[in-house]
């Protein structure tokens, strides 16, 4: 199995608070990973680290045998290797759709315009938003947004997508069609880290669950472990309230 992220003895601290204590995990590829856990148990602040959206207090992050977190390392080649989705869609709310889905690979990846316009289209018809290219996304549903905002991270070609909450801010009826975005790249072998409430989704795409409580990750399983016969105390309490 390859490893594509490991995660070592991960800290992150907002002044006195630890949010994030002594976090260990790996995601390989291929893998789709779910991290499960209550509000404030330091989900977000996770994926924000391994993007660097926040700087980790201390701790290792190897991405294809080197830390990342190491001085010198280059920090904005590292981020386009990673697709990140999130809860509020963040579409450039001034592009329409297609353009939402080339800037970043002619500014970033330095391709051509056919070039970028052709990959794009290729996500766009996956994510089934083709035919809403010219729309601006104003005129978008919640989900539309959010499939174009999965199309837009597929586009920089990454190793790793990262969801964090992809379905929370939709309206109920909105919920499936992400969900079946995100099943299909699943099925289709891509590497996914995702933070959800779905707990049914989760448990039929996950290949691995990973429960976090208080900024620790408290147990991990495959889902017909962790959800059937968690070890731990805190995990059953969690999934009592959920399931
Ligand atoms: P989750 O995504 O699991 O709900 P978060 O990672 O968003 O949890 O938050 C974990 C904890 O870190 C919470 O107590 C939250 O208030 C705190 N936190 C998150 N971001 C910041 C920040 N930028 N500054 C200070 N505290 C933060
Ligand atoms: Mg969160």
Redesign the pocket.
Known sequence: MTVVIDINHLNKK??D?E?LKDVNFQVNKGEVVTLI??????????L?CINLL?TPTAGEIIYNGENILNDGHQIEKYRTHLGMVFQQFNLFNNLDVLNNCIVGQMKVLKRSKEEAEQNAMKYLELVGMSAYKNAKPKHLSGGQKQRVAIARALAMDPDVMLF?EPTSALDPEMVGEVLKVMRHLADQGNTMLI?THEMEFAKEVSDRIVF?DK?VIVEEGPPEQLLVNPKHDRTKEFLKRTL
Request: a neutral charge; glycine letters at 24%.
């Open positions: 907002f002044g608070h949010v856990g209550s509000s404030g148990s330091g989900k977000s602040t996770l924000r926040e964090d933070v976090m900024g």
